[in-house]
């Protein structure tokens, strides 16, 4: 157990939905970040936050967002979902945000979604 | 080829022996890791080697960087079955921008 919870497990929904998925950092981790998992374009990185703060950005698409509320846990908003956005969504926790490099990461459980 | 590149795709061996697997990569770096992913859990990290360092231990893992290759291996000495998973290698880009870059992975079996 990483420590990282995320919720829900699995989520399937229809196409044109907004979904939210949430993830709980370890207990003292500032930085959270969030990654897609899929079968044609293995393990993307889409966005970092540091306290609160959008520390960067990869592969996230426009209809993706996401935050970091005050108590450090993270949401990653996506909308008008197409089949293509069917993954599995990982979260990981860091304890500084000097970026990937300086910093273990710790991944949640993923959150499966399906978009029928 | 995209950046951080696993080699092979899928590893079969029997449980007692050894397992190797490369990373290519083709940008310069700072660091690389190696994570390992169970079936369609979240990733563990296993090991970080900075790029000045060309060799690293932790228990039975060995990894060696060869930033002049830009290529990395990842070496489990007497694998067992527990160490039937996918593992990755992951860069950053070198430029300090913060993205961080997961190769496609090579799918080990350890047969027991």
């Known amino acids: 157990d990483s420590g990282v919870t995320q919720t829900p497990k699995h989520l399937i929904t229809a196409t044109g939905q907004r979904v939210t998925l949430r993830c709980s950092p370890r207990?003292?981790?500032?930085?959270v970040y969030w990654y897609q998992q899929s079968l044609d374009q293995g393990l993307q990185f889409l966005i970092q936050?540091?306290?609160?703060?959008?520390?960067a950005k990869g592969n996230i698409l426009e209809r993706f967002s996401a935050q970091q509320f005050p108590d450090l846990h993270s949401e990653l908003n996506l909308s008008s979902l197409e089949l293509g956005d069917s993954a599995l969504y990982f979260c990981?926790?860091?304890?500084?945000?000097?970026?990937?490099?300086?910093?273990?990461?710790?991944f949640g459980p993923g959150t499966r979604l399906t978009v029928l | 080829s995209q950046q951080g590149e696993e080699d092979p795709q899928a590893l079969s061996i029997q449980e007692g022996e050894n397992a190797t697997m490369n990373c290519s990569y083709k940008?310069?770096?700072?660091?690389l890791q190696w994570y390992r992913q169970n079936s369609g859990r979240g990733l563990v990290h296993l090991i970080l080697?900075?790029?000045?360092?060309r060799e690293k231990h932790s228990g039975r893992l060995r990894v060696t960087l060869d930033t002049s290759k830009k290529s990395s291996s990842l070496l489990i000495t007497a694998s067992r079955a527990a160490d039937t998973a996918s593992y990755f290698c992951?860069?950053?880009?070198?430029?300090?921008?913060?993205?961080?870059?997961f190769g496609t992975g090579t799918r080990l079996k350890v047969l027991a």
């Open positions: 940008t310069s770096i700072n660091n």
């Open positions: 207990s003292g981790d500032l930085s």
């Open positions: 080697i900075r790029s000045n360092e």
């Open positions: 936050y540091y306290n609160g703060e959008e520390r």
């Open positions: 990981a926790s860091s304890v500084g945000g000097g970026g990937f490099s300086y910093n273990e990461q710790f």
């Open positions: 992951a860069t950053d880009d070198g430029s300090g921008t913060y993205k961080y870059i």
